[in-house]
């Protein structure tokens, strides 16, 4: 009984991530920045672990993995709809700056 209950409150626990994972996904496309300005990384231990991957600077590579089983086809269709909004993430690539120590200590004594 108390495995049986561990067990779903996993599921929950998971099920609750894989939804906050497909609201930061939504949030990134070009159509949800439109509708809104926040993005809810801390909404979950995995979102907030992928910040860095879905929203930084990087190319983000999501595999979907899919069931040709008539039995699956419902989660099939769910996956491919997500991988879908997925692909539509846009980020802005910056190169990375390299400062040496002394223009790293100047800025320092500047404030900055």
């Known amino acids: 009984m108390t ?4 067990r779903m409150g996993e599921m929950t626990s998971i099920n609750q991530s894989l939804s906050t994972l497909a609201t ?6 070009p159509q949800g920045r439109r509708e809104r300005a926040h993005v809810p ?4 231990k995995l979102t907030h672990l992928l910040q860095e991957s879905l929203g930084g600077n990087c190319r983000t590579t999501i595999v979907a993995t899919v069931s040709p089983s008539v039995m699956c086809a419902d989660e099939t269709c769910s996956t491919v709809r997500f991988a879908d909004r997925a692909r539509n993430i846009t980020t802005v690539a910056m190169p990375n700056t390299h400062r ?3 223009m790293q200590l100047e800025l320092l004594q500047r404030g900055e």
């Open 3 to 6: 495995d049986e209950r561990e």
């Open 24 to 29: 930061v996904v939504g949030a990134l496309t």
């Open 41 to 44: 990384y801390r909404d979950s």
């Open 100 to 102: 040496d120590s002394s």
